[in-house]
């Protein structure tokens, strides 16, 4: 027994309650941080009106997201000192069901009272909130068929995985954790595949990109590096937010840049041509890559750790259960594992973030026009009414990019003239 039950109940409800705790203050430090005054950089695409509600807009989502985190905290621990997990395992097991079908009964049941908590949280941010700011586009039928096909999917594929899990800690012996490992990467692998394929098209439409100088600029700048691009699709995001972006999807001959309707309506070729040459700098640079690497290696730890502590009685009486299972032990570790994975989720954002300044830095090299990045990231965040002044300290916990105005400041440094032989094509 590594630890006692009175230890694994301190560590994690320390880090559930410190979490909340640090959570909380950066929000508020976030919200203390804003600055009235609008920074030089963005006078051209904000006016004072524009520029106070989007500091309305981060209040706002601020303070709900503040109620909802509270309101989890306090259910998840009515639920576990109430003796909910203990009581549904006891359900589960007069059942009499093996251990498979027992542990995607436990499982799917935790996931559906999470749901239906969550979803007037949902509904209020939807249809409340973001319609108040003019984003929501999404009609309330819209938002019950995502959601249903959400569960639909989520039980097929998470289903799928969690019965292989199962399968391979009960029968797999000492090295059950290693099969579990291997059989991840597969399935993660296959994911990366399909996804682009059959599971977007499940909610969103993708129509390829219509022949003209946009499409032209893009195949010109992709051979200019010796970037293999054959798919060049424009999603109707507009269906459900006013919000733009863009992004890369899928490996290898199956990999395919998506452009948001919106985003083509707001942004110029040359805007448009340098947000994709940052996608594709995240490839050029590896950065794809080094992120599968560490995510493939951190499951391996996770899965040997899973190993060691599933069947400790200790966590399982924890949480006020009395026999130990595979499922429920999958469940516990999880919650358990958590302030590793808090650290280990701040060493990736600090180097998500060094990856976007290279991505940017690449895309201004490449197409030797810092500028129309600049102004493109400008006009994104106008537009998605981004907090162009968060706090530092809610940055380190939460940002996976950079501060927009940081981004533009360190283009600014390193930018150079336009003097090389990459053109849009169309005038900036």
Same mark, same amino acid.
């Given at each position: 027994?590594?630890?006692?039950?009175?230890?694994?109940?301190?560590?994690?409800? $320390?880090?559930?309650?410190?979490?909340?705790?640090?959570?909380?203050?950066?929000?508020?430090?976030?919200?203390?941080?804003?600055?009235?005054?609008?920074?030089?950089?963005?006078?051209?695409?904000?006016?004072?009106?524009?520029?106070?509600?989007?500091?309305?807009?981060?209040?706002?989502?601020?303070?709900?997201?503040?109620?909802?985190?509270?309101?989890?905290?306090?259910?998840?621990?009515?639920?576990?000192?109430?003796?909910?997990?203990?009581?549904?395992?006891?359900?589960?097991?007069?059942?009499?069901? !093996?251990?498979?079908?027992?542990?995607?009964?436990?499982?799917?049941?935790?996931?559906?009272?999470?749901?239906?908590? $969550?979803?007037?949280? /949902?509904?209020? /941010?939807?249809?409340?909130? *973001?319609?108040?700011?003019?984003? !929501?586009?999404?009609?309330?039928?819209?938002?019950?068929?995502?959601?249903?096909?959400?569960?639909?999917?989520?039980?097929?594929?998470?289903?799928?995985?969690?019965?292989?899990?199962?399968?391979?800690?009960?029968?797999?012996?000492? &090295?059950?954790?290693?099969?579990?490992?291997?059989?991840?990467?597969?399935?993660?692998?296959?994911?990366?595949?399909?996804? =682009?394929?059959?599971? &977007? =098209?499940?909610? @969103?439409?993708?129509?390829?990109? *219509?022949?003209? =100088?946009?499409? *032209?600029?893009?195949?010109?700048?992709?051979?200019?590096?010796?970037?293999?691009?054959?798919?060049?699709?424009?999603?109707?995001?507009?269906?459900?937010?006013?919000?733009? !972006?863009?992004?890369?999807?899928?490996?290898?001959? @199956?990999?395919?840049?998506?452009?948001?309707?919106?985003?083509?309506?707001?942004?110029?070729?040359?805007?448009?041509? $340098?947000?994709?040459?940052?996608?594709?700098?995240?490839?050029?640079?590896?950065?794809?890559?080094?992120?599968?690497?560490?995510?493939?290696?951190?499951?391996?730890?996770?899965?040997?750790?899973?190993?060691?502590?599933?069947?400790?009685?200790?966590?399982?009486?924890?949480?006020?259960?009395?026999?130990?299972?595979?499922?429920?032990?999958?469940?516990?570790?999880? &919650?358990?594992?958590?302030?590793?994975? &808090?650290?280990?989720?701040?060493?990736?954002?600090? /180097?998500?973030?060094?990856? *976007?300044?290279?991505?940017?830095?690449?895309?201004?090299?490449?197409?030797?026009?810092?500028?129309?990045?600049?102004?493109?990231?400008?006009?994104?965040?106008?537009?998605?009414?981004? !907090?162009?002044?968060?706090?530092?300290?809610?940055?380190?916990? @939460?940002?996976?990019?950079?501060?927009?105005?940081?981004?533009?400041?360190?283009?600014?440094?390193?930018?150079?003239?336009?003097?090389?032989?990459?053109?849009?094509?169309?005038?900036?």
């Amino acid at each position: 027994m590594f630890f006692s039950d009175q230890l694994i109940t301190i560590i994690i409800l $320390s880090t559930l309650i410190i979490g909340y705790l640090v959570d909380s203050l950066a929000e508020f430090m976030n919200i203390k941080h804003l600055d009235p005054q609008l920074p030089d950089e963005f006078s051209d695409v904000y006016d004072t009106a524009k520029y106070a509600k989007s500091q309305l807009y981060l209040k706002v989502n601020t303070r709900f997201g503040f109620i909802c985190a509270s309101f989890d905290l306090v259910i998840l621990l009515a639920f576990w000192f109430g003796g909910g997990f203990g009581l549904l395992d006891t359900f589960i097991r007069g059942l009499g069901h !093996n251990t498979i079908v027992s542990g995607l009964l436990f499982t799917g049941i935790l996931l559906v009272l999470k749901l239906l908590i $969550s979803l007037p949280f /949902s509904l209020y /941010s939807t249809f409340v909130i *973001e319609e108040k700011f003019g984003f !929501n586009k999404t009609t309330p039928q819209l938002f019950f068929t995502d959601l249903i096909k959400s569960i639909l999917l989520s039980t097929a594929l998470g289903g799928l995985f969690l019965s292989l899990i199962l399968w391979v800690f009960e029968f797999g012996g000492p &090295m059950a954790w290693l099969y579990c490992w291997m059989a991840s990467i597969l399935f993660i692998m296959t994911i990366q595949y399909i996804v =682009p394929t059959w599971i &977007m =098209p499940l909610f @969103n439409k993708f129509t390829p990109l *219509e022949q003209g =100088p946009l499409k *032209e600029a893009i195949l010109r700048y992709a051979g200019s590096i010796n970037f293999s691009l054959s798919h060049i699709f424009v999603m109707d995001g507009s269906k459900r937010s006013g919000k733009s !972006n863009a992004f890369f999807t899928g490996f290898g001959r @199956n990999k395919r840049i998506v452009l948001f309707d919106t985003l083509i309506k707001q942004q110029s070729v040359g805007e448009l041509v $340098s947000i994709i040459a940052h996608e594709m700098g995240h490839f050029k640079k590896k950065h794809i890559i080094k992120r599968l690497v560490i995510s493939i290696i951190q499951m391996g730890i996770i899965f040997f750790l899973i190993s060691l502590f599933i069947t400790q009685e200790a966590l399982f009486h924890a949480f006020f259960v009395d026999k130990v299972s595979i499922y429920a032990g999958l469940i516990f570790f999880g &919650m358990l594992f958590s302030p590793i994975d &808090m650290f280990l989720s701040l060493i990736m954002q600090i /180097s998500s973030r060094r990856d *976007e300044y290279e991505a940017d830095q690449f895309a201004a090299d490449t197409t030797h026009d810092h500028h129309s990045l600049v102004t493109a990231l400008k006009q994104l965040s106008a537009h998605n009414l981004a !907090n162009l002044t968060p706090h530092p300290f809610y940055v380190f916990l @939460n940002y996976s990019h950079p501060p927009i105005l940081e981004r533009i400041r360190a283009l600014q440094k390193t930018g150079k003239p336009k003097t090389g032989t990459f053109k849009t094509g169309m005038s900036q």
